[in-house]
């Protein structure tokens, strides 16, 4: 009579996964994977304050080289818009960050998103914000902000 042969020992299927949730918790925990990941958080960015303040009424600045200017537009993150920023070569985003209005003020929006942005070299710069729907939210239209920024 012919036996067939049992493989001596197979690991479990459990192990590979158990590993992998420990992987998780740990870096959930050592702060590697933040809550308010996708936002460029740089408090330094935000110690002095900036030569211009700009908002989305703002549409022409005058800047020098190495100036700084604080961009902030309102902002619900909860309605599920988020926004995107570009700019030109002249132009350098050093950190962004959202700060949330005190809770209890009846205001439409809940914070502003504002960026800091140094001018890095002269002529005719440009900022642009979108904030833009999710691909889910149908009924939701993108908004445009753009600054022409003068470097001197």
Same mark, same amino acid.
């Given at each position: 009579?012919?036996?067939? %042969?049992?493989? =001596?020992?197979?690991?479990? +299927?459990?192990?590979?996964?158990?590993?992998?949730?420990?992987?998780?918790? *740990?870096?959930?925990?050592?702060?590697?994977?933040?809550?308010?990941?996708?936002?460029?958080?740089?408090? %330094?960015?935000? =110690?002095?304050?900036?030569? +211009?303040?700009?908002?989305?009424?703002?549409?022409?600045?005058?800047?020098? *080289?190495?100036?700084?200017?604080m961009v902030s537009y309102p902002w619900t993150p909860e309605d599920g818009r988020y926004w995107r920023v570009s700019v030109t070569e002249g132009l350098f985003v050093t950190g962004d960050r959202y700060t949330p209005f005190p809770p209890g003020i009846p205001v439409e929006v809940s914070g502003t998103r504002e960026w800091m942005v140094r001018a890095t070299s002269p002529g005719i710069q440009t900022f642009i914000g979108y904030l833009r729907p999710r691909n889910t939210s149908w009924n939701q239209e993108t908004i445009q902000y753009k600054i022409t920024v003068t470097v001197q």
């Open positions: 009579m012919i036996k067939p %042969e049992y493989r =001596r020992y197979q690991k479990p +299927v459990k192990t590979p996964i158990i590993i992998c949730l420990l992987v998780i918790m *740990v870096l959930c925990l050592s702060g590697c994977v933040r809550p308010d990941a996708g936002f460029t958080v740089r408090l %330094e960015s935000f =110690r002095q304050p900036p030569d +211009v303040y700009a908002n989305e009424s703002t549409s022409e600045v005058i800047l020098s *080289v190495g100036d700084t200017m």
